[in-house]
């Protein structure tokens, strides 16, 4: 069984309201506008999707892109290149090259996540854990 759709009520003799175009740094999904945002060399450096950024200072510099600038701001705090993709409005691809750009210019850090090596030995966990019930 499926939900009934929900139905925009329109005054009569009037056409629906037309979206809003988004006002994020995206440009809309024009190809033209990544282009340009991502430059033409298209550099990347060796990050992925988990990779934390975490800028230097918030403060952009006076040469910053309004990309590059919203980037800064967000990155007081350490975020992924995934959440910095999906809050710009950015893809993947372009927000890589922008960050590439910033670290070579030191406005960011790169951070690799902590990937744990291998689990604890049972035994070790097993000792505590009975250490632990004698208490």
């Keep these: 069984m499926t939900p009934p759709q929900r139905q925009r009520r329109v005054p009569r003799g009037e056409s629906p309201p037309r979206p809003a175009a988004r006002a994020g740094a995206g440009g809309g999904g024009n190809p033209e ?17 988990v990779t934390l950024i975490v800028a230097r200072s918030p403060d952009p510099p006076p040469s ?9 701001r967000l990155c007081v705090a350490p975020l992924s290149v995934a959440e910095l993709s999906a809050y710009l409005s950015l893809p993947f691809s372009v927000v890589t090259v922008l960050i590439t750009e910033m670290l070579t210019a030191e406005l ?7 990937v744990r090596q291998a689990l604890p030995d049972r035994s070790l966990l097993e000792a505590v854990m009975h250490g632990l019930q004698r208490l």
């Design 108 to 114: 960011v850090q790169a951070r690799s996540p902590i």
């Design 33 to 49: 506008r990544l282009y340009v945002v991502a430059g033409a060399d298209g550099e990347r450096a060796d990050i992925d999707l």
């Design 64 to 72: 910053a892109t309004p990309e590059q600038a919203a980037l800064l």
